[in-house]
T-cell receptor, first 118, second 117 residues
């Protein structure tokens, strides 16, 4: 069975600090996808990034960066120079890769509440 | 491009009453999902449709929950009768048909917050 663990329930930082959100996953599949979603107070889940299991290159997008390490089954997310607008719940999620049509269900972690204060 | 629409945004009912939620996915998206998100937890899949057929409903409590997507576009999720533990946010998501060797990005609606008293 697939499982995603986000051990950090809540993180508080001061604006401009860097912050890393941890994600550890379990799966028996050799091919899978990892995601990060942001859930602001409005409630809508916003897609941030997708990574497939064959691509271990780290990625940087503006102030966001992701570190995927298959050896430790981790997919960590770093926000550089955090801002108040980054305050939200962040979810890591996992889905299996299936070639047949339909799109595959996401298994979510329990989320990390990030609070960025002035 | 319009996003996933859901209504109502909020609903308060008493236990044993019935309730229905509506979802309109992004135009052209073949796959539609309903998730339940209990406070403090991540979303959990209830049911997945591919066009108007059910792909996965293994975690849907079928004794009280039902869902349909008759014309392969809009979908409704119903709870009858509701229990206290059904208090949660119900999220609808959609995705275009999966491409070969490509993970699917799901687009989520704003959700319906249900409170059962």
């Amino acid at each position: 069975a697939q499982k995603v663990t986000q051990a950090q329930t809540e993180i508080s930082v001061v604006e401009k600090e860097d912050v890393t959100l941890d994600c550890v996953y379990e799966t028996r599949d050799t091919t899978y996808y990892l995601f990060w979603y942001k859930q602001p107070p409005s409630g809508e889940l916003v897609f941030l990034i997708r990574r497939n299991s064959f691509d271990e290159q780290n990625e940087i997008s503006g102030r966001y960066s992701w570190n995927f390490q298959k050896s430790t089954s981790s997919f960590n997310f770093t926000i550089t120079a955090s801002q108040v607008v980054d305050s939200a719940v962040y979810f890591c999620a996992l889905s299996e890769a299936r070639i047949t049509g339909g799109g595959n269900k996401l298994t979510f972690g329990t989320g990390t509440q990030l609070k960025v204060e002035l | 491009e319009a996003g996933v629409a859901q209504s109502p945004r909020y609903k308060i009912i008493e236990k044993r009453q019935s309730v229905a939620f509506w979802c309109n996915p992004i135009s052209g998206h073949a796959t539609l999902y309903w998730y339940q998100q209990i406070l403090g937890q991540g979303p959990k899949l209830l049911i997945q449709f591919q066009n108007n057929g059910v792909v996965d409903d293994s975690q849907l409590p079928k004794d009280r929950f039902s869902a349909e997507r008759l014309k392969g576009v809009d979908s409704t999720l119903k709870i009858q009768p509701a229990k206290l533990e059904d208090s949660a946010v119900y999220l609808c998501a959609s995705t275009a048909h999966i491409r070969l060797a490509s993970g699917n990005e799901q687009f989520f609606g704003p959700g319906t917050r249900l409170t059962v008293l």
